[in-house]
């Protein structure tokens, strides 16, 4: 979705769009055979205000996401007595990590060894390590987010080569979008392509790898068909029922 969402939903669809979605979340799941706890659904609110990410909180969602730092800051600061989990989907500008790691749960954009280096010496000691996402390209698209696939592989040689690596962090899985324009197919193939990836590395790595950060709201079910263990849905949270749509 590329534009802000009408501000004229109510708290009752917003409660009603998420279980809707959890029944689809659901159902996935049990044509895989897993079991009902093995997706997180994250919440992305970077095209709805406050109101509308409270609202999304009161249906029972904790775990939420933001792309962009400056709404990060703004929207944990609004809601700091709601119990929620921030994760950042977006690009961490480095001069921007400081300010920003210590409200994260998870970030699923960490592309590049610099970025690294800057989220560990801005982290501060926490109950719980920060859970990092390597981004990776599985589409190939030069023009698209992510580190390529032998880069990403780079990265964790490094990581794991170190002699001490921080308590406060780990490199928990990774991250990854199907081609907007492509099949379903397509899609398919590369959200299987990121699983490979993440069980190739996990065996000789020797990391548990156990996240999977992928699929949206067009593409969340062949997500979680293929592995997913985290679907990021924005516009299906917030959407109008279609009746007041065709007004």
């Not at 909180?57 to 400056?70: K, M």
């Not at 690294?116 to 109950?127: G, H, K």
């Amino acid at each position: 979705m590329n534009q802000p969402l009408p501000p004229s939903i109510t708290e009752k669809q917003v409660k009603s769009n998420y279980l809707a979605l959890m029944e689809k979340v659901s159902s996935a799941l049990k044509r895989t055979r897993r079991t009902l706890d093995a997706v997180q659904v994250i919440g992305v609110t970077k095209y709805v205000d406050v109101k509308l990410t409270q609202y999304l909180v009161n249906a029972g969602c904790h775990q939420l996401a933001e792309s962009r730092p400056q709404a990060l800051w703004a929207k944990s600061a609004a809601l700091a007595d709601s119990r929620i989990d921030w994760h950042l989907i977006g690009h961490l500008q480095r001069n921007k990590a400081k300010r920003t790691v210590p409200i994260l749960s998870t970030m699923h954009s960490l592309d590049s060894e610099r970025l690294l280096q800057q989220i560990e010496s801005d982290l501060d000691p926490r109950t719980s390590p920060l859970q990092l996402l390597l981004e990776v390209n599985i589409s190939g698209d030069a023009t698209k987010t992510g580190i390529p696939i032998a880069d990403a592989e780079l990265l964790l040689t490094h990581w794991m080569d170190r002699e001490h690596r921080p308590a406060n962090m780990e490199i928990a899985g990774l991250m990854g979008m199907g081609s907007l324009t492509g099949s379903s197919d397509t899609t398919r193939r590369e959200f299987s392509l990121l699983r490979e990836l993440r069980d190739t590395w996990s065996s000789r790595f020797g990391l548990p790898l156990t996240e999977l950060s992928m699929g949206m709201s067009d593409d969340f079910e062949i997500a979680i068909e293929e592995g997913s263990t985290m679907v990021r849905i924005g516009s299906l949270l917030f959407q109008q029922p279609e009746a007041e749509n065709e007004k």
